[in-house]
């Protein structure tokens, strides 16, 4: 038997503002540093078709689908602009849809020096999940698919049964991810160019795959040698495919179908990694990975020195004794570990990209100044 796993990541990042430093000699709040129109436009661009997808997802798990979301912190907290969003997804047969945890606030606090923000980020998204959803989350997915190995004992502890992370060519050595890989946390790894046919190249008429019927998809996989393949997808991606066209719930209604006609299961992470040996994978002893490589994240100047002042701001805010100061303070700061912020800072455009670090260290500024100028108190 072989199987298959999908994990979509439904997130929104709350985007920084165009900041300037004559702005910064007041009090702190959400508003002074991060766009919440620009917020709120995106989130009601896909808010608009989210009840349609999930509609969608609910005849396929009909049909024998079974699916796992990775829904942010930051995206559920802009579901106060739209609550019934979250009942979407609890309306969903709970035998076939879970729910993934990770850091809360889609934050890159796994690569600091000291792993405690990183715990409480996660035990806060597992709280939430089990608030919301009424769902004990077994199955946990790093900020951009992130893997560093010091996070996985953690995971253990924290009593996380299966890990989801990037099948990046330095781990996999050329080969495609398609099992299930011994660690602390039992891993499975995103198989790339299939996780993209559906998030990125779907609805392209230039790509030799279009148009991309289940039954291709499905035969596709039948050929390929392993146990599991792991497709992690951005909701926001199927949300953009279904502007262009309606092909894509077509797909999604019908792979589960497709599948089973060539002897393969839709199963839950958590399923998988129970089921299926484990394979060694000594790479994971040793390297680092992210979606797209770490370079994208730590490739400048500007994103080590926003890195190293975010492991600052954090030592100064233990010391703040205010807990409702403290509380708002921890909340922005919490909010700039986004890793969108990480990733601007290193556009293909570099002017952009230097425009970008300069605004994001400027803000960063303030509220250190802040923080600093509280702690003092």
Known sequence: ???????????????????????????????????????????????????????????????GGKYTFDISGVFLEQCKWAPEL?????????ESASFAASPYYHSVCSLFPDLEE??????????????????????????????????????????????????????????DPMYVYSNAVPTLLRHINLSEDLEIRFSSKGWPGYPLIADKFASWIASMKGDVITLYIK??????????????????????????????????????????????????????????????????????????????IGKQLKRIEDPVKKREMQRIYRYLQQSEIFLEMNSEERRLGYEKAVNDLSILSDIERAIISEARK
């Open 235 to 312: 909701y926001d991606a199927i949300n953009t495919h279904l502007e262009k066209d309606k092909e894509i719930l077509g797909f999604l209604r019908d792979i589960p179908l497709c599948l089973e006609k060539h002897n393969i299961k839709m199963l839950l992470p958590e399923e998988a990694v129970e089921i299926f040996k484990e394979n060694g994978l000594p790479s994971l002893d040793s390297k680092m990975t992210a979606r797209y490589g770490m370079h994208n994240l730590l490739g400048n100047h500007a994103q080590h020195l926003f890195m190293h002042e975010l492991v600052d």
């Open 118 to 175: 990183f715990r409480e980020q996660v035990e806060k998204d597992v709280r939430t999940i089990e608030e919301l959803f009424g769902h004990q989350t077994r199955t946990f997915v790093n900020t951009e698919l992130l893997y560093e190995q010091r996070t996985i004992k953690m995971l253990k502890k924290l009593g996380f049964k299966c890990f989801i992370s990037e099948g990046s060519h330095n781990i996999m050595n050329g080969y």
């Open 1 to 63: 038997m072989k199987a298959v796993c999908v994990c979509f990541e439904v997130h929104l990042p709350l985007p920084v503002r165009w900041y300037w430093p004559r702005e910064g000699y007041g009090e702190v709040h959400i508003e002074k540093y991060f766009d919440m129109e620009k917020a709120f436009h995106s989130f009601t661009k896909l808010a608009g078709n989210l009840e349609t997808l999930n509609d969608t997802l609910s005849k396929s798990i009909d049909n």
């Open 86 to 94: 979250i009942d979407g997804f609890k309306k969903l047969d709970p």
